[in-house]
């Protein structure tokens, strides 16, 4: 699920069957640039988070990256392959 000609971070491909990726957490600024090179990638990328806010914001926007306000098990329903949980994120996140 890679471009020709990327470098080398990002032609390292997510394990087969892995096209659709949530990142619980997105706005912050290590999974909003992974969020931005897994969809250079060609990954189909959305995410959630609390206080999503400019800069971050406004770079998801740019690249069409969809995220949802807060925490819920519902942000899930689009049906990710996989789910990266980001260090902001508590235990007790549904």
């Known amino acids: 699920m ?36 897994l969809q250079e990638a060609g990954y189909t990328v959305r995410g959630s988070d609390q206080n999503v806010y400019p800069p971050m914001s406004d770079v998801l926007r740019a690249r069409d990256i969809a995220w949802f306000e807060g925490w819920a098990a519902a942000h899930l329903d689009w049906g990710p392959d996989l789910v990266v949980i980001g260090n902001v994120c508590r235990r007790d996140n549904p």
């Open 2 to 37: 890679t471009k020709p000609n990327q470098p080398w971070f990002v032609r390292r491909p997510l394990p087969a069957g892995v096209s659709k990726v949530h990142l619980v957490g997105i706005a912050g600024a290590g999974m909003g640039a992974f969020a931005c090179m």
